[in-house]
């Protein structure tokens, strides 16, 4: 069974600009959640969508945003573009039917850097 | 805030255990997560905890004990290559997990 996948693997970009990352959750997976993990800082939680619904967000401005497809896929989209955005993007996916023991599933990232 | 506490480095021997603590606020909580993340990579699931006690995977054991907001996971018989960072990770109420700053794990021969 394939995993989470992600595009690009990195991305490069100017301040100001604008970038979009791409997920595609595990299949059966309806949950997508990104995360933002700058080099040496933990996971910071940023969007979690469920059958195309945006369910929660972090406390990032609303130049990070995102969508949910009908395949479960999913977009995070991040406007004018600052040097602090310079991260890891992770995308993780999870099967709302697992109940209690609900487990995000990671893919290998989208390194961006913001120059 | 709900804050997981958990230390930023530790260097233990090949072959040897090592025990990694993590705390957390206890209002909420939903269920404790447990993953390994290598380098430049993804963070991979370990384990799961929601009730009291110690789930035993092989190696990889976590112990959890939700009066006092306490986990730990203890890793036995070390390898080169357990040398990651290990990330706690608590569900609370609503759904969402929230991360430790992770704890640097270096195994030395």
């Known amino acids: 069974e394939a995993g989470v996948t992600q595009s690009p693997t990195h991305l490069i970009k100017t301040r100001g600009q604008q970038a979009t990352l791409r997920c595609s959750p595990i299949s059966g997976h309806t949950s997508v959640y990104w995360y933002q993990q700058a080099l040496g800082l933990g996971l910071q939680f940023l969007l979690w969508?469920?059958?195309?619904?945006?369910?929660n967000r972090g406390n990032f401005p609303p130049r990070f945003s995102g969508r949910q497809f009908p395949n479960y896929s999913s977009e995070l989209n991040v406007n004018a573009l600052e040097l602090e955005d310079s991260a890891l993007y992770l995308c993780?996916?999870?099967?709302?039917?697992?109940?209690?023991?609900?487990?995000?599933?990671f893919g290998p990232g989208t390194r961006l850097l913001v120059l | 805030g709900q804050n997981i506490d958990q230390p930023t480095e530790m260097t233990a021997t090949e072959g040897a255990i090592v025990q990694i603590n993590c705390t957390y606020q206890?209002?909420?909580?939903?269920?404790l997560f447990w993953y390994q993340q290598h380098a430049g990579e993804a963070p991979t699931f370990l384990s799961y905890?929601?009730?009291?006690g110690l789930e035993e995977k092989g190696r990889f054991s976590s112990f959890l004990s939700r009066s006092k907001g306490y986990s730990y996971l203890l890793l036995k018989e070390l390898q080169m290559k357990d040398s990651a960072s290990y990330l706690c990770a608590v569900r609370y109420v609503g759904n969402m997990l929230t991360f430790g700053g992770g704890t640097r794990l270096m195994v030395k021969p």
């Open positions: 905890n929601v009730l009291d």
């Open positions: 993780a996916s999870s099967d709302k039917g697992q109940g209690p023991q609900e487990t995000q599933y």
């Open positions: 969508y469920d059958e195309g619904e945006e369910r």
């Open positions: 206890t209002s909420g909580f939903n269920g």
